[in-house]
Structures are given as C-alpha cells and as structure tokens.
C-alpha cells in the first residue's frame, strides 16, 4: 500500500507541476458555472411567470436546478475525462520511464492503483471546486442537501469507472494523442448507447441502453441511492482496471 | 551473484538472444560486448526482469528472475539505455521518488539521496529540473538512480553512449569506483571502454554467445602466435637492421621479424613467433651479437582484433593495423 501511496504523490504532482491540473481546473469549474448561471437563470424566470400568471406552479429547487445540473455535469465529465487520463500510460511508455517501474519492487496492481486514484483525486477536486456555485443556492434558497451529495457520489463513480477505462486505453499506446482520442470516442459511445432505447424496445436494445453510463446516472442525479447502479459502476471500475493490469502484463511479452 | 543457464529471448520472427550462459562473480566488473543489435538489451532487460525469457533461467543474488522477480529488483540498480527520467521532477524529488519506490525508508532516504549526489557529482544540479540537464547530468542522474537503494548489483545499458569525451572519461571513473560495492555489468559497443573499465569480457554477436573470458586472457587468445616487441641498441655505432633480422630469424621458433621503429642508435622489432618460450633464445642471441637489449615485451593485442576475429567480421583488416600500432603506442 505504501507503494500505491509513492506512485500517487508522483502522479498528483506531475499533475500539478504542470499546466494540465490547473487548466482542466479552469475548463470545468467554467463551463460548470455556465451551466449553474443558466439553468438558475431560467428556475427564476420560470417563478416570476407563475407569479405574474398569479397561479402558483409546483417548484423545487432540487428537481428544477440541482437535477438537470447534474446531468450535465456528468456530461462535461465524458469529455475532460481522457484529457486526465492519455497521459497516465502513454507518456511513460514514450519516454522509457516505465522500465523504472517496471524494474522497480512494486506491483503492477500497485502501480495502476496509483495512477487511477491520482486521477480520481484530480476530478475530485475539480468538482469540489463546482460545489462553490451550491454555496449561493443554500444561502438563498432551501434545498435539500442529502439528494445534493448523493448526486456528487454518482459523479464520482461515474468518473471513477470513464478514468478506470481511460487508464486502460492509455496503456495500448506510446502516443498521448491516440489514447485521448480513442478514450473520448469510447467515453461518448458508452453514453449514447442509451439512445437506442428511445425507439427499440429488444433485448439487444435494453441490454445497449443497460452498458450506457448514463442510464445509470439516472437514479443518482434524483438524488437516490440505487445499489444497482452503484454496482454497475463499481463493476465497471473493476473491469477498467483488470484489463490495464492485463495489458501491462502482456507489454512484457510482446516488447 | 549472477548466474544465467542457456537463456533464451524468442521473437515471432527472430531470436534476440540464443541460449547464453555465463557466471559473474561478486564485485567484479563485467563487459557486455556486442555490435549493435546484438541482444546485449534483451539479455540485460531478461536479468532486470523487465523481460521474461522464453527459456532458460537466469538467477541473481541467488534469486530467479522469473519465479522470485520480486526479490531480484530488490537488489539490482538499472540504468536504461535513456535514463528513465521525468522531465518536470526536480533531481532531488526524483531520488526521492525512486528511493522510495525501491523500498527505502524516510530517514534512510534523505542520507542516499545526499550520498548519491556526492558520488555522482550531481550537487550543483539538485534542484534544477531534469527536463533542463545536459546529456551528461542527465546520465550522471540516470546512475545515481541506478545505485540509490545501494543494490548488489548494478546493470548499465551503454552507460556512456552519446556523451562527450570528457564525459565518458568520468562516468567511466564513476562506474570504476562502483565496483568495490557492486557487482556490475555494462554493455556497451566501444571496445576501449571494456579494456579500460571491465576485468572480464562477454562478447556476443548474433544472439550467441562468442567468448567470455578475462579481458588478459582474451587478449592472449586472440592470436595463436605470441608477438614480442624487442628494443635493440648498440654504444658503438648504428645496428644494421637487416643483420639483425636475419640474426633473429634463426632464433628456433620465430616465424617474422618486422622493423617497426628506428632511430640514431636504437630500433624496435616486432617479433612473431609459435607460442612458446623462445624470449630466452631471443635475448641470448642478441647479447651474444653484441647489441644491447633495451626492452622485451610482449606486444599488447587490441581487444579490437579479438573481437572482430571472434565476431568473424571481414573487414577486420585495416583495422587491425589500426590496433596494432596503437597497442605499441
């Protein structure tokens, strides 16, 4: 575990040493506030039309701001997810570094766990940096925290099992580009595989809307703690990771 | 320390490395000797487990390379044949980083990282960025990496490949100080390198193994014949040295005598002959003659020359003549 703990510290300060944390930092916590600012902006516009109708609409600050929010969010997190992820493998492999690691007494699971938990961190923090824009809602308004957190949680694992798959991507090549790319086409397929449900009702149909990341993302933005999905990412996550241990397994036998 | 038994690296298409064995003992430094391309990086990646052999075992401190890799990366120090450096760490973070990847503890860390600085002369860089250093810091770095976790044994792929003289010259000292500490091998294509830093020579071509022996004895080996290099003088006037050719010819056992070298009152021979004692015959003859004997000695053969007959290259020719004179020199 101490090893997972050196190849962590490692990752996170590359990382940070370099533009790439601060940058992505910046992208997110943007576009989150873009997000934030309009979807507020049409809940307010939305009260004052029912105010001037002088009939009074059901309104809910978790259900009408805090869910499409979400949503949304776990959106931006399918595309910046690859921007973390190309470099964990690919880079190491392009400059030679990785015979240091791999000469090193540490384990490949050790190694791997390193490197994902360094890029959970990074998107952690991105997202508790999103979380100043729900200080304003909780000052002015009164919405429920717990739905709020168990939004967050989804997020979380979401982003756990995309970065889990990025990793994996990112050990198939020596080029920073092509795992990006390749990662990000694997990323948005894996969400709009949900689409086909819209107008195919078959087995293979649900089982396609089933593999979706988004599907599952569902219960969480609601702010309801479904294990069901819970496990589906967590499996998901597994999968992401065995494959990145296998395929640095089998770049020993091949190089 | 290492013991490696007909190890074999087997690609789809070709064989990098074909059943090689050899022994290194504790504290020696070895060369791995090779024309490029010859699987001197294979056979070093296969003993830092970096590689797994197709076939055949390798063993270091006792330990396999396969079965008990772990134990094995415990207690060897590699330096790639690019250093294998992070460019945006600073060079203290990355001692530290590689310290504590090999298992080293907090207070015992700061101390290596100190006394690794020292000995590779890295102190003036250790807060500049990698990215930033010359070639030749870079390598310096490279072997303080390799030696950070004071392992038993050290493996250098080229450790003076693409640095100046200048620089050669002090890794080459660097590595040679090393030795003490470490057992250690260190491939390279350069040949003077071997004869200045190694005490024992493997040469591979092909994948297979040539030759591995002292870097005396292969010398030696090199010819069937000895060559003895004979300065002759006289205090009365000039020596002839057409009569002392012919003279030394008669000598029982020598095949040639060549003038190499004369001056006012002194000449050098070079003096072939079947192996064997004939340096006694030779002296008496020349005494007798009434010719001083300045110097006999055995003429040192350039490994350059055992390696391409080892190596069976061609064109070993003009340089050999090359070698040769160098070695009088």
Known sequence: ???????????????????????????????????????????????????????????????????????????????????????????????????????????????????????????????????????????????????????????????????????????????????GAVTFAVCLLLWILEWVSGYETATWARVAAYMSVITHFESFSKGLLDFKDAIFYVTLIFFGLFLTARSMESLRWRS | MITVTDLTKRYARHTAVDHISFEVHKGQIVGFLGPNGAGKTTTMRMLTCFLPPTSGTATVAGFDVLEQSFEVKKRIGYLPETPPLYPEMRTVEYLQFVGSLKGLAKAELAKRVDYVCDRCAIVDVKDKLLGKLSKGYRQRVGLAQAIIHNPDVLILDEPTSGLDPKQINDTRELIKSLAGDHTIILSTHILPEVEQTCEQVIIINKGKLVATDSVSNLQNRARGAESLLVEIGARNGLVDPAKVQTRLELVPGVSRVVLKNKRENRSVFEVESRKGLVRGDLARSIVEAGWDLNELRPAAVSLEEVFLQLTGNVAAAPAEEAAVTAGVK
């Open chain 1, 1 to 179: 575990m101490r090893n997972v703990w050196v190849i962590l510290r490692k990752e996170l300060r590359s990382y940070f040493v370099s533009p790439v944390a601060y940058i992505l930092l910046a992208l997110f916590a943007v576009i989150f506030g873009f997000f934030f600012w309009n979807i507020l902006g049409f809940f307010v516009f939305r009260g004052m039309e029912s105010q001037m109708r002088g009939q009074m609409m059901p309104m809910n600050i978790n259900e009408d701001v805090i869910r499409p929010l979400l949503s949304n969010v776990s959106v931006i997190g399918l595309f910046l997810i690859p921007m973390i992820t190309m470099r964990l493998f690919a880079e190491e492999k392009r400059t030679g570094t990785i015979e240091l690691l791999a000469t090193s007494p540490v384990s490949d699971v050790e190694v791997i766990l390193g490197k994902w938990l360094s890029a959970v961190i990074l998107y952690a923090s991105m997202l508790l940096l999103t979380a100043v824009n729900f200080l304003f809602l909780f000052k002015y308004g009164h919405p429920d925290w717990k739905p709020l957190l168990i939004g967050y949680l989804g997020l979380l694992l979401q982003a756990g099992a995309l970065l889990a798959i990025g990793t994996f991507i990112s050990t198939l090549t020596k080029n920073q580009i092509i795992a």
